[in-house]
């Protein structure tokens, strides 16, 4: 089993920026994708970026330009970080891992951003 857990969500102003971070632990070896996800209400999850274990990197067209998503393996945490927020950005923001085949979630973490 993988375990990921969210942090540094919250409420920012449009234009503003914030850092999501997700701390990975048990069962680490072999994962092969981590990845950022976010989910309005009443809507479905979509995929916001994705980083490999060698490094290539893939971003939703809407959020290209401004989030970049990276990886600290010594630290086991994979970043989003988000510049230029805008309202529609507003969502639940959720890390994922894939190992093995198996995909893996965190809780997840509101990210506000007011107009």
């Known amino acids: 089993q993988v375990q990921l857990v969210e942090s540094g969500g919250g409420l920012v102003q449009a234009g503003g920026s914030l850092r999501l971070s997700c701390a990975a632990s048990?069962?680490?070896?072999?994962?092969?994708?981590w990845g950022w996800y976010r989910q309005a209400p009443g809507k479905q999850r979509e995929l916001v970026a994705t980083?490999?274990?060698?490094?290539?990197?893939n971003y939703a067209d809407s959020v290209k330009g401004r989030f970049a998503i990276s990886r600290d393996d010594a630290k086991n945490t994979v970043y989003l970080q988000m510049d230029s927020l805008k309202p529609e950005d507003t969502r639940v923001y959720y890390c994922?891992?894939?190992?093995?085949?198996?995909?893996?979630w965190g809780q997840g973490t509101q990210v506000t951003v007011s107009s």
């Open positions: 994922t891992a894939q190992r093995l085949g198996a995909h893996f």
């Open positions: 048990g069962n680490i070896g072999s994962i092969s994708v």
């Open positions: 980083i490999t274990s060698g490094g290539s990197t």
